[in-house]
């Protein structure tokens, strides 16, 4: 295993003291328990949104914290949920008195213990919603999961929310918006390479030198199949075949497009595959309206990526052009 870290038990702690070292004016971080938050948290009269998983996904989530997407970023060890006690101080560090949303990947961890959090917050008097993010269309249950994943989708949904929050809309309005990208999402993901959890010190899964995965979870799970690998266009067009079939996508619609790396893949492979993605929209008369391409939603060094399609109308558009202002993701401020 080669990695620049120092103790294994360190990493995750290191790299948030690393993030307050680089970002200290967008945001503050808190220890035992680690959370992070928007610089300017609590924001009277404002929805708070709260999210988080395992770390070695960054950006996701951590970097998304800041003005126009997250209040609150709950980073669990490696692959490993936040625990309950993180997600309710968060939870209790962004109420603004206004409701707090709760952005929930679909793994059986994340899902129990921002529940358990949840009502901890409640009876608190705090107003909580929680929304479960499930656009993997690649498997209907993983080692993780009971029904479908939630990967790159939520990338998206935590920066439509975010822009709504940051207007003034209300709980309900903030979470029928997410409920919304959610259900016209799809993503499907695919891998040339395993990564290393520090922790185990070992590869995640072993692949052979010719092979990919597709349709991989961003913990290393299996995907749907095992194949020789083949060009990136025959990839790409395989994934998006899935992706496309299964809302489905018709002509004339608009889309967010992101293809995203899962943390060991070049740039230029990247747009290799967004040039494909691109292609296959305009041959079945679907618009690419905004897209990201990226490392947004990683795996480590998983060497892969994956491709996340949202249908969206002039409202979306809208909250997604939206001033956004975090370690990760910025623009119109």
Not at 33 to 48: C, E, L, S
Request: aromatic share 4%; glycine share 12%.
């Amino acid at each position: 295993m080669k990695k620049l870290i120092n103790q294994v038990e360190n990493v995750v702690k290191e790299a948030l003291m690393g993030v307050e070292a680089a970002h200290s004016d967008v945001v503050r971080v808190f220890y035992e328990p680690d959370f992070i938050v928007r610089a300017d948290a609590p924001v009277k009269g404002k929805v708070g949104i709260v999210s988080g998983g395992g770390s070695g996904h960054e950006p996701l989530h951590s970097g998304f914290v800041g003005v126009g997407m997250l209040d609150a970023a709950c980073p669990g060890e490696v692959f490993t949920s936040p625990t309950p006690d993180q997600i309710l101080a968060a939870t209790r560090a962004v109420n603004g008195g206004a409701g707090v949303l709760h952005i929930v990947k679909n793994y059986t961890g994340d899902v129990l213990n921002f529940e358990m959090a949840a009502e901890l917050a409640q009876a608190d008097g705090i107003n909580v919603t929680s929304v479960i993010i499930d656009d993997d269309v690649a498997v209907q249950d993983s080692l993780h999961t009971a029904g479908r994943r939630g990967v790159g989708i939520t990338v998206i949904a935590e920066k439509i929310c975010g822009a709504a929050a940051e207007r003034g809309d209300d709980l309900k309005v903030v979470a029928d918006l997410c409920r919304q990208v959610n259900a016209n999402g799809r993503s499907m993901g695919m891998a040339l390479t395993s990564c290393t959890v520090p922790a185990a010190g070992k590869p995640t899964f072993d692949i052979g030198n010719n092979e990919m995965e597709i349709g991989i979870g961003i913990h290393g799970e299996p995907g749907r199949d095992r194949l020789p690998i083949t060009t990136a266009d025959e990839i790409t067009a395989m994934m998006m075949e899935t992706i496309l079939k299964d809302l489905p996508f018709e002509v004339g619609d608009e889309t967010i497009v992101m293809v995203n790396g899962m943390g060991g893949t070049p740039m230029m492979e990247l747009y290799v595959a967004y040039r494909k993605v691109a292609k296959i929209c305009q041959a079945q008369g679907i618009t690419i309206a905004r897209n990201l391409v990226g490392n947004y939603i990683t795996s480590l060094e998983m060497a892969g990526m994956s491709i996340s399609i949202l249908k969206v109308d002039e409202h979306l558009k809208a909250l997604w052009d939206a001033p956004v202002r975090t370690p990760a993701l910025r623009w119109g401020i």
